[in-house]
């Protein structure tokens, strides 16, 4: 009988701990402690806002067995946070104020490369709202674009967009091509002006971006401002134009700005491409008025200029 009752207790004593030891586990895990660190890594990942980490800190924060295994996460978001404050202050923004932004004024902000990586980091998923994308006058060059649109390229969309200026920031062929596959990757149903102006695109970077510019439904600004473009590069543009190519174009700036090295020039044989599109129908929205504006500057001769004019009136009549 002594020897039943030890066995009792000690078989009572085991169930206890194996009940203390279940509580503490419920207590270190909670609702997460079947998955994996893989799994847990998932939705924090879902949840890591680099302008706004709190939610994710807070997860991991909920149940003692979630810091060790998710403390790398929590680090990546760490750093990528670090990143996210100092572009805000570049900005002149705060992180919160970013994440509902409609406008990201970029404007002559001395943004770098490394600040293009950081906001290529946040534009597929922590930029909802973003209309207009000013980064203009930076000199960043091709390998700012090149990061900026590794970013843009991962989005499936952005629904919002509306404008997308680069201009003045040393862009050239391989920027182009970068910015190009990114407009082909991605939808932007809204998107309405692309500002170019002031990058030595020259006419093998208009040929890279004239495809995807044409398919952009809702593009109806353009701006190639002293890109070094010559005749060929109207070609790109203009030329073969199919019936949903550039259909909403109204404003087509293909200034020279003279004196400066990255003059457009454009002679008689560009603007007779571009009769011969607007003959066949193509840019059938362009502006009649003032197209000696859109075309100043360029060694075309008056008379080829004054050819441009009569077909978009003889197309409005």
């Known amino acids: 009988m002594h020897e039943f009752g030890v066995v009792m207790a000690v078989t009572?004593?085991?169930?206890?701990?194996?009940?203390?030891a279940r509580r503490s586990e419920a207590v270190a895990t909670g609702p997460f402690g079947t998955l994996s660190h893989d799994e847990l890594g998932v939705i924090v990942d879902g949840l890591a806002d680099p302008l706004q980490p709190?939610?994710?800190?807070?997860l991991s924060s909920t149940c003692l067995g979630l810091r060790a295994p998710l403390l790398a996460a929590l680090e990546v978001l760490k750093e990528r946070h670090a990143r996210a404050v100092a572009l805000c202050r570049r900005l002149g923004m705060r992180c919160a104020n970013l994440r509902v932004a409609k406008k990201l004024d970029g404007y002559k902000k001395d943004l770098t490369a490394d600040d293009m990586a950081t906001l290529s980091m946040l534009l597929p998923k922590w930029l909802p709202r973003l209309q207009q994308l000013d980064l203009g006058a930076n000199r960043f060059g091709d390998a700012g674009v090149q990061v900026l649109c590794e970013g843009l390229g991962l989005c499936a969309a952005l629904p919002s967009l509306i404008i997308i200026d680069l201009s003045n920031n040393n862009i050239r062929l391989a920027g182009a091509e970068a910015f190009a596959a990114a407009l082909r990757r991605v939808a932007l149903p809204k998107l309405a002006g692309v500002?170019?102006?002031?990058?030595?695109?020259?006419?093998?970077?208009?040929?890279?971006?004239?495809?995807?510019?044409h398919q952009l439904p809702a593009l109806q600004i353009l701006y190639l401002t002293a890109c070094a473009i010559g005749n060929e590069g109207v070609a790109s543009l203009v030329a073969n134009l199919g019936k949903n190519d550039f259909k909403e174009l109204v404003w087509l700036?293909?200034?020279?700005?003279q004196g400066r090295i990255l003059a457009n020039k454009i002679t008689d044989l560009g603007l007779a491409t571009m009769v011969t599109a607007l003959d066949a129908g193509g840019l059938p929205k362009l502006r009649v008025d003032h197209p000696e504006t859109f075309l100043h500057g360029n060694?075309?001769?008056?008379s080829a200029v004054k050819a441009v004019i009569a077909a978009l009136a003889k197309r409005s009549q």
């Open 12 to 20: 009572r004593a085991t169930r206890s701990a194996s009940r203390k």
């Open 54 to 58: 709190v939610v994710a800190v807070a």
């Open 195 to 213: 500002n170019l102006i002031g990058n030595p695109l020259g006419n093998q970077g208009v040929a890279a971006l004239a495809a995807p510019l």
């Open 253 to 257: 700036c293909l200034q020279a700005v």
């Open 299 to 302: 060694p075309a001769s008056d």
